[in-house]
């Protein structure tokens, strides 16, 4: 039974006058404790980063950045051909410009949080992983990643000593692995159910996957979408129903902080 657990929410995923989902990020701010702010390739612009940014701040919320593939038309949740190697640079393009925003905020980055196909496909591309660790060791080493549990980012960050974090997913299915089921659209999800799923993940450390099977799920933080339809409804159930249950809801850089 967990005690504590962090709530973070891809945040900050719209361009200019184009914005995803039904709910606004100013009305789920101050429902979460973590925020995974996109950084301009999948989503964002500079205006929207640094107001973002602004808002978490102001709500006491972990900045964390959001990078992901170059594919504003396919919002980042179609695999890029690219090396190991390019794929970082990327990364590195993109955390740097949250990092900015959130020092020019008066903020620290909290953590790292690879998006979409990115983010899957770091999941068992252990060179990926590996080069990814090695720039956070340079350059963010008191930085969290934000992985899957039993990934390979996972891995190579505990090895590197990296500080980490693994996801539970409130609005993704799962399959036997422990992997998310990968969807481009997750649809409109019943929010009192993904409540019931987060509270019995954090009483019992299971989920049951598509197959119907019950598998242990370890972690540190629960994500959910802000693009997801009805948003604002599934964080405010979530909360509700871990509260009840005594479960008291902070950054991830207060849970697992030395």
Same mark, same amino acid.
């Given at each position: 039974?967990?005690?504590?657990? @962090?709530?973070? =929410?891809?945040? !900050?995923?719209?361009? #200019?006058?184009?914005?995803?989902?039904?709910?606004?990020?100013?009305?789920?701010?101050?429902?979460?404790?973590?925020?995974?702010?996109?950084?301009? *390739?999948?989503?964002? @612009?500079?205006?929207?980063? @640094?107001?973002?940014?602004?808002?978490?701040?102001?709500? &006491? $919320? #972990?900045?964390?950045?959001?990078? &992901?593939?170059? +594919?504003?038309?396919?919002? !980042?949740?179609?695999?890029?051909?690219?090396?190991?190697?390019?794929?970082?640079?990327?990364? $590195?393009?993109?955390?740097?410009?949250?990092?900015?925003?959130?020092?020019?905020? !008066?903020?620290?980055?909290?953590?790292?949080?690879?998006? #979409?196909?990115?983010?899957?496909?770091?999941?068992?591309?252990?060179? *990926?992983?590996?080069?990814?660790? @090695?720039?956070? %060791?340079?350059?963010?080493?008191?930085?969290? $990643?934000? =992985?899957?549990?039993?990934?390979?980012?996972?891995?190579?960050?505990?090895?590197?000593?990296?500080?980490?974090? %693994?996801?539970?997913?409130?609005?993704?299915?799962?399959?036997?692995? &422990?992997?998310?089921?990968?969807?481009?659209?997750?649809?409109?999800?019943?929010?009192?159910?993904?409540?019931?799923?987060?509270?019995?993940? =954090? %009483?019992? !450390?299971?989920?049951?996957?598509?197959?119907?099977?019950?598998? +242990? /799920?370890?972690?540190?933080?629960? =994500?959910?979408?802000? +693009?997801?339809?009805?948003?604002? +409804? /599934? $964080?405010?159930?979530?909360?509700? #129903?871990?509260?009840?249950? &005594?479960?008291?809801?902070?950054?991830?850089?207060?849970?697992?902080?030395?």
């Amino acid at each position: 039974m967990k005690e504590i657990v @962090d709530i973070n =929410c891809d945040m !900050g995923e719209a361009f #200019g006058r184009w914005h995803v989902g039904d709910t606004q990020d100013s009305a789920l701010m101050e429902l979460i404790s973590s925020a995974n702010i996109a950084a301009g *390739f999948h989503a964002g @612009d500079p205006n929207l980063m @640094d107001e973002t940014v602004r808002l978490a701040v102001s709500h &006491g $919320v #972990g900045v964390g950045a959001h990078p &992901g593939y170059r +594919d504003l038309q396919g919002f !980042g949740r179609r695999r890029i051909q690219g090396t190991a190697r390019e794929l970082v640079n990327d990364i $590195v393009y993109q955390v740097g410009a949250i990092r900015e925003f959130a020092r020019r905020h !008066g903020a620290s980055l909290q953590h790292v949080k690879p998006h #979409g196909a990115l983010y899957m496909e770091m999941a068992v591309n252990n060179e *990926f992983a590996q080069i990814f660790i @090695d720039y956070m %060791r340079a350059v963010a080493p008191n930085a969290y $990643v934000f =992985c899957m549990a039993g990934s390979a980012t996972e891995r190579a960050a505990r090895e590197a000593g990296q500080p980490v974090a %693994r996801e539970f997913y409130a609005d993704r299915d799962y399959d036997e692995s &422990g992997s998310i089921v990968f969807t481009r659209d997750a649809g409109r999800p019943d929010p009192a159910a993904l409540a019931r799923k987060v509270v019995r993940a =954090c %009483r019992e !450390g299971k989920v049951t996957t598509v197959t119907g099977r019950d598998i +242990d /799920i370890p972690f540190e933080t629960i =994500c959910f979408h802000s +693009d997801t339809l009805g948003a604002l +409804d /599934i $964080v405010r159930q979530m909360r509700a #129903g871990l509260l009840a249950e &005594g479960i008291r809801i902070a950054p991830i850089s207060e849970i697992l902080r030395a």
